[in-house]
């Protein structure tokens, strides 16, 4: 009995019509995974150190220090959110003060998800891929044993065996691709509440401030 080659090039050759796509995929899901990784890498601690080194400074009225704390955390998601408040504690109403830090929010979380989309694409279209290419890998076969008038289960069954090739690789790049959906998913939503508890902490602490100062 003829020993089957369970090569990976081997396999992806077989495969044809729909590996190579599949192929494509996988690239370009590994790089959306590795520069998230990267991007998001320490964005809760940060902003938790972060918010627990300015809010005392804030609370003792020391503004200049709390301006320079943030712009010592350029990297950090709060950067840009603790920074905008603090630029306009000093004139504005708490009101327009809590609005800032929303909108700023909203945006820096928007951005800290860029690219998860294609993920999610990834992961829900790749198995639908793979059985396309089975699909067509089967009727290729069916279609040759008509040409050559010959059959027999050996024969199907190598022919179903190189098309089923396509939904193996399928399912395992939607698999990984929607585990690493959820987990940066996951990510993103933990920096979302980070950065609201930090905003909260922030315009409390200004609060306290404008309080001790007499001011509204």
């Known amino acids: 009995m003829e020993t089957p080659n ?3 090039v081997h396999l992806i050759r077989q495969g044809a019509i729909s590996t190579y796509p599949l192929l494509l995929c996988s690239i370009i899901m590994l790089g959306v995974v590795l520069e998230r990784l990267w991007t998001l890498r320490g964005a809760v ?3 938790g150190s972060l918010t ?3 809010v005392p400074l804030l609370a003792r009225g020391d503004l200049a220090g709390a301006v320079d704390a943030v712009r010592r955390h350029r990297r950090c ?10 630029q306009a504690a000093p004139e504005a109403p708490l009101e327009q003060l809590e609005r800032v830090a ?3 929010q909203f945006e820096e979380v928007e951005g800290c998800g860029a690219y998860l989309w ?3 694409t990834i992961g829900s279209s790749a198995p639908f891929i793979g059985l396309f290419g089975t699909v067509v890998g089967i009727m290729r076969a069916f279609h040759s044993m008509a040409l050559a008038g010959t ?3 050996g024969v199907v069954a190598a022919g179903i065996s190189e098309a089923l090739i396509a939904t ?11 585990v690493f959906y959820n987990y940066l998913q996951n990510r993103v939503e933990r920096i979302d509440g980070a950065l609201r508890i930090g905003s909260a902490r922030l315009l409390e602490a200004v609060a306290t401030a404008r309080r001790t100062n007499g001011v509204r």
């Open 118 to 120: 294609i993920l999610g």
């Open 77 to 86: 998601p709060a950067h840009r959110v603790f920074g905008d408040v603090l």
């Open 45 to 47: 601690s940060s902003t």
């Open 151 to 153: 059959g027999g289960f």
């Open 168 to 178: 193996a690789l399928g399912l395992a790049i939607g698999i990984v691709s929607l």
């Open 102 to 104: 929303d909108e700023r």
């Open 52 to 54: 627990a080194q300015i």
């Open 6 to 8: 369970l090569d990976f």
